[in-house]
């Protein structure tokens, strides 16, 4: 195959949600592979890169800015955010707070980044520490009218412990957000 027919696309992609939800324990997970139990929060933002081969002539930089949850309550957001192409909204499945944050998070991406034609970047949200739920969070039916609703392009059951659905909740995002180039 000709050089001129490699795609290499850079995306930034923001992970947002409440404090503790577990994004930084989701980005070691799935960059480096790695679990950590100790919880140390994130001040500001922190950054990972994460290189996909989405097919034999297209490869994606994956940008991950992971922002504190403590963010939400400050004025950095909109900086943050900015060129963003789609997003991850998580939350806890053991701490209804962090659901109900949920649509804050939501709505602030929704108000204050945009594609370059107007529209709203896809968001895929993630219900984490789903080794933790005795039972389902909410039933499948449930989330699927939630997220019909919030105008999330999909949702998924994660556990950054178990590695389960980040790299297919990752997938997901990408391929919504190159339908979208
Ligand atoms: P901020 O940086 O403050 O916004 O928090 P965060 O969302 O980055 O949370 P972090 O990844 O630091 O995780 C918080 C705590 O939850 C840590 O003690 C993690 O070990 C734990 N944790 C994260 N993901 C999981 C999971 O899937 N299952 C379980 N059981 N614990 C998790
Ligand atoms: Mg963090």
Same mark, same amino acid.
């Given at each position: 195959?000709?050089?001129?027919?490699?795609?290499?696309?850079?995306?930034?992609?923001?992970?947002?949600?409440?404090?503790?939800?577990?994004?930084?324990?989701?980005?070691?997970?799935?960059?480096?592979?790695?679990?950590?139990?100790?919880?140390?929060?994130?001040?500001?933002?922190?950054?990972?890169?994460?290189?996909?081969?989405?097919?034999?002539?297209?490869? &994606?930089?994956?940008?991950?800015?992971?922002?504190?949850? #403590? $963010?939400?309550?400050?004025? *950095?957001?909109? %900086?943050?955010?900015? !060129?963003?192409?789609?997003?991850?909204?998580?939350?806890?499945?053991?701490?209804?707070?962090?659901?109900?944050?949920?649509?804050?998070?939501?709505?602030?991406?929704?108000?204050?980044?945009?594609?370059?034609?107007?529209?709203?970047?896809?968001?895929?949200?993630?219900?984490?520490?789903?080794?933790?739920? &005795?039972?389902?969070?909410?039933?499948?039916?449930?989330? #699927? $009218?939630?997220?019909?609703? *919030?105008?999330? %392009?999909?949702?998924? !059951?994660?556990?950054?412990?178990?590695?389960?659905?980040?790299?297919?909740?990752?997938?997901?995002?990408?391929?919504?957000?190159?339908?979208?180039?």
């Amino acid at each position: 195959m000709a050089d001129e027919d490699m795609r290499e696309l850079l995306y930034k992609v923001l992970v947002v949600g409440d404090s503790g939800v577990g994004k930084t324990s989701l980005i070691k997970r799935y960059v480096h592979g790695v679990a950590s139990d100790k919880y140390k929060a994130t001040i500001g933002v922190d950054f990972a890169l994460k290189v996909l081969q989405v097919n034999e002539n297209t490869t &994606v930089r994956l940008q991950l800015w992971d922002i504190a949850g #403590q $963010e939400r309550f400050g004025s *950095m957001t909109r %900086v943050y955010y900015k !060129e963003a192409v789609g997003a991850f909204v998580v939350f806890d499945v053991t701490r209804l707070d962090t659901f109900k944050a949920v649509k804050t998070w939501k709505e602030d991406i929704d108000a204050k980044v945009f594609l370059p034609d107007g529209s709203k970047i896809p968001v895929v949200l993630m219900a984490n520490k789903c080794d933790l739920a &005795v039972e389902g969070f909410r039933t499948q039916e449930e989330m #699927q $009218e939630y997220c019909a609703n *919030m105008g999330f %392009v999909s949702w998924f !059951e994660t556990s950054a412990k178990l590695n389960k659905n980040i790299e297919e909740a990752v997938n997901c995002l990408v391929q919504n957000i190159l339908e979208k180039e």
